[in-house]
């Protein structure tokens, strides 16, 4: 670590590597504004990557010249920025820090071997950052952090390291300790607790280390010995505490190479004060991912199956291995096509080579079961919107590719001969919907065209055209993810407007009632004669239609009453008040007349239809309305404010259990009508501080309150 081989130089440039031990995947998480992306643009300066920080967001793929632009695509978007340093490859992958947009985040992880939880050291923490701490601690993911922003007038990297502490666990400590300048204010170095050792960047990068001042040599003291014990605690030798209570000094060397060895098993969280725009902490946060993050030769593997889900053995990082890789990210840029990020698992993927992209389980949310066999053109290292040809991507390693014709986002590359599949990871299910209108035909097309290249690339993002209300419905993560896809589609040339969200209602009888349907017509030639008489009652939530027939004395002759029951199903399928489909009827029919000569199989559908209308003017039609069961995952803090805001919406809470995954989380159940939940998504976020999260599930129609279904008339009407 930095500690230990700080006088090495970095080498810019991001050359092949052809070994997974050389490769670090970092993924860096945290809340927006943390400073994840000005400290991925910083590491790439010092290590010569780039030429100066914010030129990643001046590179540009071909047509996208601004920088603005890409710099807000680049909030909401996983990135990948690789670099080098001592001989590794570190590949840091960006994530969003807004909560829409969880399936970038997701992503990332997924690519990763390690994660880097950046805190800002102005701006404190928010509960999403400590809901993804335990997530990751849910697996063993390595994890480190770095406390940013340093520059920033209210800085406090003492006070955020005890936040850090109390909120993730006693294992985060850290490696150094800030050192301020003549102000008392700015930082202008770090203290280096192992070492015992002063990092001085007030010349810039590279530090100049040098020995402690006196009046630094009691604030390393009390904090090493701390560290030190957290350390020695997850040390593998299990008499290095024995050791070191009896008096023994433990060598730097031996504490280094314990420290590493914990954080890599993700038993131990190092803290790395950083800054950006200082370089303070630089040098040192980069040993830490490339000395103590593990390789993807340290870290499990996802499983794979076949594609018709036979199973298939465990994978491992060997680039002679069979070709498995993984599609983590698709976009699909309107000049060179779809661009995938590729995290290859086994084997080594080269250009012009052919492989089989399978893609299987996200049918529901509008992705197709698809597999075909495919031709890679080149393969590229990204870095932020640019790419860099490369000659192979070895096992470990993350590449670009483009142009591929099917590649989607979470898909599997695999090689032709025995194609397999890659379990997918778990994604967040899409609550809040919004339903957009073309303004003409001619952008109806573009509309269609741009949907389907987003629906690509996002999973998150749910297409639903629904049949009842007659909208196209886009089901997003949030308000922020909405935004962002409107804005998208707009950008491809699409003119459009976004409309209420209708809910599909049904309708019913509430009482029985009796129907008279008389249809006759005389016009010249064969008329149109059908009389029926028919019996309606309502029957139980959930128990469909039925027709019966009672007629006797041949009053409808037999061969039309299939055509009274036809005329009856269709007149149910349009509503019989406000243009729902109409459930839970039983319709007999007790009796009719017919004409030898006009009576036809359209006059009895007609009479049939007639005769249900007439019985609804008597029947107290009630619309109805969908409800939904809801499973809340919240604070333990939150339960009572999520319980009475279920009240407020008309729901019915069944009960409540501790979360079993997560502890200090609880599960609420509830019944909830769909009609309350439209913007569920966004106001459950508001009251638990970002950390709720719901799942939703039909169960049954029930009848709506008479002023709501007033009012629902009126706004739903067709």
Same mark, same amino acid.
């Given at each position: ?30 809340? /927006? ?17 780039? +030429? ?13 010249? @601004? ?11 996983? /990135? ?32 990763? *071997? ?11 923490? &928010? ?36 936040? %850090? ?34 990092? @001085? ?9 040098? &020995? ?10 009390? /904090? ?5 014990? +957290? ?7 299990? $008499? ?77 990082? &060997? ?32 250009? &012009? ?15 197709? @079961? ?10 590229? $290292? ?10 192979? %991507? ?68 749910? =297409? ?9 419905? =886009?089901? %997003? ?11 998208? =589609? ?7 407007? $976004? ?75 349009? +509503? ?7 459930? *839970? ?12 000569? *006009?009576? /036809? ?38 339960? +009572? ?14 009960? $409540?259990?501790?979360?079993? *995954? ?57």
């Amino acid at each position: 670590m930095a500690q230990k081989s700080h006088e090495k130089g970095s080498t810019g440039g991001t050359p092949v590597v052809t070994e997974p031990e050389r490769v670090r995947n970092v993924v860096l998480v945290g809340h /927006s504004g943390a400073g994840k992306t000005t400290l991925v643009e910083a590491l790439l300066a010092a290590t010569g990557t780039i +030429g100066r920080a914010g030129t990643v967001v001046d590179g540009t793929t071909v047509g996208d010249h @601004d920088p603005a632009a890409v710099r807000q695509q680049r909030s909401v978007s996983l /990135s990948c920025a690789p670099l080098l340093h001592n001989g590794i490859k570190v590949n840091l992958l960006d994530t969003p820090g807004y909560a829409d947009f969880v399936g970038e985040l997701r992503a990332g992880l997924r690519a990763a *071997d390690a994660a880097l939880f950046v805190v800002s050291a102005a701006g404190g923490m &928010d509960a999403a950052t400590v809901a993804l701490w335990e997530e990751c601690a849910a697996v063993d993911m390595p994890r480190a952090v770095a406390v940013a922003r340093l520059d920033q007038p209210r800085a406090d990297v003492d006070e955020t390291v005890a936040l %850090c502490q109390r909120l993730f666990g006693d294992n985060v400590m850290p490696l150094y300790l800030p050192m301020l300048g003549d102000d008392g204010v700015s930082t202008e170095g770090l203290l280096g607790l192992i070492t015992r050792r002063v990092f @001085d960047y007030s010349a810039g990068l590279p530090a100049d280390v040098r &020995d402690p001042d006196p009046e630094h040599q009691r604030a390393i003291d009390e /904090s090493r010995d701390e560290l030190i014990e +957290g350390i020695i605690a997850e040390s593998e030798d299990e $008499t290095l505490m024995d050791r070191y209570l009896d008096g023994e000094e433990i060598s730097d060397e031996v504490l280094i190479d314990d420290l590493e060895k914990a954080v890599a098993r993700g038993h131990f969280y190092p803290v790395v004060p950083v800054c950006a725009q200082t370089g303070v902490g630089l040098d040192v946060l980069l040993e830490v991912l490339t000395a103590a993050f593990p390789s993807p030769l340290e870290h499990e593997l996802p499983a794979v199956t076949g594609v018709d889900g036979s199973p298939r053995p465990p994978l491992s990082c &060997d680039p002679a291995g069979p070709l498995v890789a993984e599609v983590v990210k698709t976009t699909i840029d309107r000049h060179v096509g779809r661009v995938s990020l590729v995290r290859v698992f086994s084997g080594t993927l080269r250009p &012009d080579q052919t492989v089989h992209v399978s893609g299987h389980g996200m049918a529901e949310r509008g992705h197709p @079961d698809h597999d075909a066999d495919e031709r890679v053109g080149h393969i590229y $290292t990204p870095l932020g919107a640019t790419v860099r040809e490369v000659s192979l %991507c070895v096992a470990g390693d993350i590449c670009a590719i483009t142009k591929s014709g099917s590649a989607e986002t979470g898909d599997t590359v695999s090689t032709t001969d025995d194609p397999l599949l890659i379990a997918p990871w778990e994604m967040p299910e899409p609550l809040l919907p919004v339903a957009i209108a073309a303004r003409s035909r001619a952008d109806e097309d573009a509309l269609a065209r741009n949907l389907a290249r987003l629906v690509a690339g996002d999973p998150t993002l749910r =297409l639903e055209r629904n049949p009842e209300t007659h909208q196209l419905v =886009l089901w %997003c993560m949030g308000e922020a993810h909405a935004d962002v896809v409107l804005d998208r =589609l707009r950008a491809g040339g699409v003119e459009l407007d $976004t409309e209420p969200v209708k809910v599909s209602l049904r309708e019913t009888l509430t009482v029985p009632a009796k129907g008279h349907g008389r249809h006759v017509k005389q016009s010249g030639g064969h008329g149109q004669y059908a009389v029926c008489d028919i019996e309606v009652e309502p029957l139980p939530r959930g128990s469909g239609f039925e027709f019966v027939d009672r007629v006797v004395g041949g009053a409808v002759p037999h061969n039309y009453i299939p055509s009274v029951e036809k005329g009856v199903r269709a007149q149910l399928e349009r +509503g019989l008040v406000a243009g729902h489909p109409v459930v *839970d009827l039983r319709v007999t029919l007790v009796d009719g007349k017919s004409h030898s000569v *006009d009576s /036809s199989d359209a006059a009895f559908q007609t009479a049939g239809a007639l005769a249900l209308r007439d019985a609804a003017e008597r029947g107290q039609p009630a619309l109805l309305e969908p409800i939904d069961e809801v499973t809340i995952r919240v604070p333990d803090g939150s339960v +009572g404010t999520v319980m009475g805001d279920l009240s407020g919406r008309r729901g019915r809470v069944l009960g $409540t259990e501790p979360d079993p *995954d997560t502890e200090g989380r609880t599960l609420v159940r509830a019944e909830v009508p769909a009609t309350e939940l439209l913007r569920y998504a966004v106001e459950l976020r508001s009251m638990t501080a970002g950390t709720g999260t719901f799942r939703r599930h039909f169960v049954r129609h029930d009848p709506m309150p008479a002023h709501l279904a007033d009012q629902t008339r009126k706004e739903q009407l067709p």
